[in-house]
């Protein structure tokens, strides 16, 4: 530990550029002279300090691949663990480690398949850490979550706007709840690539019986058991996240609406002063399929006071007499039809009903005598000479028409 100490600002840089990829002796010698200290004096060619780090452990030469190096995996969790940012992954972000793993787990199968026990180690390390990072991302997010929650219910400091505020938990929404919770869905690209991996797991756990040994199952039990526990806390991780983060993203898009919702009242207020006032225009309240962020925290405090300042200048709405003793009663097809039956035959239809109901209009006439020539099928249509019929309104010229009962009766 003391060794790892003394290195640790070299080890941080190589985790901060290469991660948890391979590295060669160049890239490892430009690493260490941009850290290089007092207290590396000794080493004249930093060849001396590759040869020690690689003795203790600190870093691992890759199998199969000369003047390839990794970090130890146990540092590169502490390294990790250390500098830890507590930052939030977008969905991309996961969707791009999970795809990570399927890859790992497909040249695992191709190491069990050339019975190379050093790449076997290898993959079955790499897989390890990054089902591990892949959790610990999780618990990162569900951080980030929280802190951006509270940023935005925080309103005794002046330091961000409420605008600021709301566009981080929108972010946060449209970036990551929203995409996660469709790529956990049975077809969506999370559960497909982690269905994919178990799936090729469980086939190298029958070969691996039959082939090479016990030690080999075992970790690949492990490693199943990682993606078991990935697969559900994935699932409450995103679910605890939405539930946390949905009543700010509900609040942000209600006071969007009302906010864009009064400003177009108003407009329209001043604009027609009430014009309309027996048939008020409806004001659509949303503008726009996506809400936008409120302007500032009084924007809607200003619309109400600019509401309760407005008065409208007075409409005078005429009132409905209470005289109905002259009101008719409207003359339906029903009692037409009726009618017709009980005088049929008729010899005119037109003049029929011209007689019979002078009280119908020209345009009422005319359809109740293409209801009964053509739709009703009581009567059989016999077709005569041309016609003139006179209403109150118009001169109508067509052919006559006569209705009999129909023979189906």
């Known amino acids: 530990m003391k060794y790892l100490l003394r290195h640790i600002d070299l080890v941080i840089a190589l985790h901060q550029r290469f991660g948890s990829m391979s590295f060669n002796t160049h890239d490892f010698m430009d690493v260490a002279r941009s850290v290089a200290t007092d207290d590396w004096e000794q080493y004249d060619n930093l060849q001396p300090l590759l040869t020690d780090l690689l003795q203790r452990e600190v870093l691992l030469p890759v199998p199969r691949a000369e003047y390839l190096f990794d970090l130890n995996p146990y540092i590169l969790d502490m390294i990790e663990l250390l500098t830890d940012q507590e930052q939030l992954a977008l969905a991309a972000t996961l969707k791009a480690e999970i795809h990570e793993l399927t890859r790992l787990t497909r040249n695992l199968g ?44 925080n309103t005794a400091t002046d330091s961000q706007s409420l605008k600021g505020r709301y566009a981080q938990a929108l972010d946060a929404w449209e970036h990551y709840i929203q995409p996660s919770t469709e790529m956990l869905d049975t077809q969506g690209d999370y559960e497909q690539a982690l269905k994919q991996t178990e799936t090729l797991l469980l086939q190298y756990m029958d070969d691996v019986q039959q082939k090479m040994g016990c030690q080999h199952l075992r970790q690949l039990q492990k490693l199943h058991y990682r993606l078991l526990d990935l697969r559900s806390g994935l699932r409450f991780s995103i679910a605890r996240c939405q539930r946390l983060l949905e009543p700010i993203y509900r609040r942000q898009r209600r006071n969007s609406i009302l906010a864009r919702g009064a400003s177009m009242a108003i407009a329209e207020i001043r604009q027609h002063k009430f014009k309309y006032a027996t048939t008020p225009n409806q004001v659509a309240l949303i503008g726009r399929n996506r809400p936008s962020i409120m302007e500032s925290d ?61 009280e119908l209009d020209t345009r009422l006439a005319l359809e109740y005598f293409i209801r009964l020539t053509n739709e009703s099928e009581q009567f059989s249509i016999m077709l005569g000479q041309q016609s003139q019929y006179e209403t109150n309104t118009h001169h109508i010229h067509m052919q006559c028409r006569s209705l009999e009962h129909s023979s189906h009766e």
């Open 110 to 153: 191709q190491s069990f398949a050339f019975q190379d026990n050093q790449l076997v180690q290898r993959y079955i390390s790499q897989l390890d850490r990054r089902f591990r990072g892949v959790h610990r991302q999780l618990q990162r997010n569900e951080q980030a979550i929280m802190r951006i929650i509270e940023t935005t219910k």
């Open 298 to 358: 009084h924007s809607i405090l200003a619309y109400l006071s600019q509401l309760t300042d407005f008065e409208p200048p007075a409409v005078d709405i005429p009132e409905v007499p209470d005289d109905t003793a002259t009101a008719q009663i409207p003359i339906t097809f029903k009692q037409v039809q009726a009618q017709a039956i009980n005088d049929a035959p008729i010899d005119d239809c037109m003049t029929w009903l011209l007689t019979h109901f002078p």
